[in-house]
């Protein structure tokens, strides 16, 4: 992860005689905080994960502690201390390994894109109305930073590839998108619903989980379905344009978290800066810590992305 620690722990069937499904094992996320991680904002997700519990959108579910019922504990370290949390563990693949499959099938990408747009709406509903404090900070994957991070880190990019993402500033700077920004709603947003933290439950009737409150921000209301269309754009066959193809998605969005007129116009805009914001920022993380992979894994596809949207 970018900046925490997950370990799935399992625990064996008790008996051996035992049969499915008694013999499934037991599976929770054990979740290591960084330890510059703020104990709010630590609680702001767990206050999230429940919001959304409630909403009965499909998210893992807070564990409290037997004792004192406490849902997060601090684990001693010889540099200090780490808050941890236990989560319930949210079975399926996730969306980057599903899509190439669906992608093969008749039909089969416009609807996982409509059970992906009711699982993201359900959640960025359930947040509506949430006030925290520890919500409203300065965060670089804050879409309503794009143009000011973007700008900074375009520098760690490669020579060859910046002129591409500064035309892409330069449509996101013209007036008529411009317009539009001051009209967006403002709430708190799970902000990160890539193909990574999406998780597809296997079969026909299979739903679709959200991982990862850890990049909750107070931001634009259509952030979520903004951020998430950015990442199933990688996904979208060449035979079909961009806009067609991620319509299901936005239609499944609207019905559980219904837009307004300005957002549905600002999305695919957004969508396009999220997409230069993970290129640039993959380039600056990956000079400071070059070993980490996971900061490359949405590289490839995301500059794929960026050269299609010039053509089309």
Known sequence: SERDQ??????ASASPEETAPEAEEERVVLKV?????????????????ERAASASANCQRVLRTLVGEEDKVALGHKDGECLCRALTFLPGRVLAEVAPERAREEGGLAALWTKVGHAVGEVSASLLGLEHA??????????????????????????????????????????????????????????????????????EDGGVGVLDFGDAVHTYTCADAAICMAYLLFHCPERVRLLDSILPFVQGFHAKCPLEEAECDALFGLAVMRACTSVCMAAYQSSLEPENEYLLVSVKPAWALLERVEVE
């Not at 905080?33 to 994960?49: G, K, M, T, Y």
């Not at 060859?160 to 998108?177: D, G, H, K, M, V």
């Open 6 to 11: 997950n370990f799935l722990l399992k625990r």
């Open 33 to 49: 905080h960084n330890r510059s991680e703020d104990p709010e904002f630590v609680a702001l997700q767990n206050i999230c994960l």
């Open 134 to 203: 520890a919500a409203s900070r300065e965060f670089y994957w804050d879409l309503a930073r794009c143009e000011e991070v973007i700008t900074k880190r375009m520098v760690h990019v490669e020579r060859e590839r910046q002129p591409l993402l500064s035309r892409c500033l330069e449509r996101y700077r013209q007036a008529t998108f411009q317009q539009l920004l001051p009209r967006l709603r403002q709430s708190v947003a799970h902000n990160d619903p890539n193909d990574y933290n999406l998780v597809v439950v296997d079969g």
